[in-house]
């Protein structure tokens, strides 16, 4: 979890998931302090490990490439000759 800390030193929050968004032409997360300012959050080491879940970096997707690249080249492969 980050800890998040407000500029008026009033308020620190442990946050598990938290989004960035883009408001008056920057972008901040989306947790707010109870004096209404944005909190930021000093990394503590490194860049975060991001877990990619969206429906199109399956396997699926390499299966469908395979497929495609077979109808595409034929059976011969890509640097054989024609015969």
């Known amino acids: ?17 938290a989004k960035i968004i883009f408001v008056d032409r920057k ?9 209404g300012k944005y909190m ?10 991001l877990k990619r879940t969206e429906p199109s970096l399956s396997k699926k997707r390499d299966k469908l490439w ?10 011969r492969g890509i640097n054989e000759p024609y015969k």
Do not use: I
Request: glycine share 10%; net charge negative.
């Open 66 to 75: 395979a497929g495609a690249k077979e109808k595409l080249v034929g059976e």
């Open 27 to 35: 972008w901040v997360t989306d947790v707010k302090c109870g004096c």
């Open 1 to 17: 979890m980050t800890l998040y800390s407000c500029k008026c030193g009033k308020e620190e929050k442990e946050v598990a998931k």
């Open 40 to 49: 930021d959050s000093e990394p503590e080491d490194g860049m975060p490990s």
